[in-house]
């Protein structure tokens, strides 16, 4: 199993920008897709974005499509999310996840993945 920790969260103002970092060990995270999910107060926990296991497959959920970038260094065994032009209903507690995945394989659901983390808070001020 592959351990996963993220960080990078905090407060920020409206239009600022956040780079959160998902941080693996345990085991290699070249053989992983990873995503990242979000959830509010309230509210289900939803999808942000995924990337394949080599980083040449992405997907971001409508909400931050072209506010944000995925990006991974299997190298540091670590994944990153640069969130810009932040809005107050980015305010979320943020997880990554990790399922083994077959090359250029991305999921949008939560059941695809089998590893968490713990969550990273952004609160976005207005």
């Known amino acids: 199993q592959v351990q996963l920790v993220e960080s990078g969260g905090g407060l920020v103002q409206a239009g600022g920008s956040l780079r959160l970092s998902c941080a693996a060990s345990?085991?290699?995270?070249?053989?992983?897709?990873i995503a990242w999910f979000r959830q509010s107060p309230g509210k289900e926990r939803e999808f942000v974005a995924a990337?394949?296991?080599?980083?040449?497959?992405?997907y971001y959920a409508d909400p931050v499509k072209g506010r944000s970038t995925i990006s991974r260094d299997n190298a540091k065994s670590t994944v990153y999310l640069q969130m810009n032009s932040l809005k107050p209903e980015d305010t979320a507690v943020y997880y990554c996840?990790?399922?083994?995945?077959?090359?250029?394989?991305?999921?949008?659901?939560?059941?695809?993945?089998?590893?968490w983390g713990q969550g990273t808070q952004v609160t976005v001020s207005s």
């Open positions: 345990g085991r290699s995270l070249s053989n992983y897709a």
């Open positions: 990337i394949s296991r080599g980083g040449g497959a992405t």
């Open positions: 996840a990790a399922q083994l995945a077959p090359a250029a394989v991305v999921y949008q659901r939560q059941a695809g993945y089998s590893q």
